[in-house]
């Protein structure tokens, strides 16, 4: 069993960074597929963002591209969102999600395993 803890969510002013951080329980970390998915009030859960386990080049979301970077250290079990010119339209719960594999899929229902969210807030 996979357990994923975030943290780093908070209230930011729009234009402002914020940097989410996701440690992982399990050892074999690095056999995982790691995305940060996020869900507005009354959306639908999305894909933000996707590392394959070699950090190879990651998938984001349109919207989000030139302004988040996903990283990846599998030495510490852990993956990063660096969020840069946030957006109100930012405003979400954010959660890590990993899915066993190498191949990267923008479906919630495709990912084993699910941090509990950390909230993120940018005024405007």
């Known amino acids: 069993q996979v357990q994923l803890v975030e943290s780093g969510g908070g209230l930011v002013q729009a234009g402002g960074s914020l940097r989410l951080s996701c440690a992982a329980s399990?050892?074999?970390?690095?056999?995982?597929?790691l995305a940060w998915f996020r869900q507005g009030l009354g959306k639908e859960r999305e894909l933000v963002a996707a590392i394959s386990w070699n950090g190879g080049k990651p998938l984001y979301e349109d919207s989000v591209k030139g302004r988040f970077t996903i990283s990846r250290d599998n030495a510490k079990n852990a993956v990063n969102l660096q969020m840069n010119s946030l957006k109100s339209e930012d405003t979400a719960v954010y959660y890590c999600?990993?899915?066993?594999?190498?191949?990267?899929?923008?479906?919630?229902?495709?990912?084993?395993?699910w941090g509990q969210g950390t909230p993120v807030t940018v005024s405007s």
């Open positions: 999600a990993a899915r066993y594999g190498a191949y990267y899929s923008n479906r919630p229902q495709d990912y084993n395993y």
């Open positions: 399990e050892r074999t970390f690095s056999s995982y597929v």
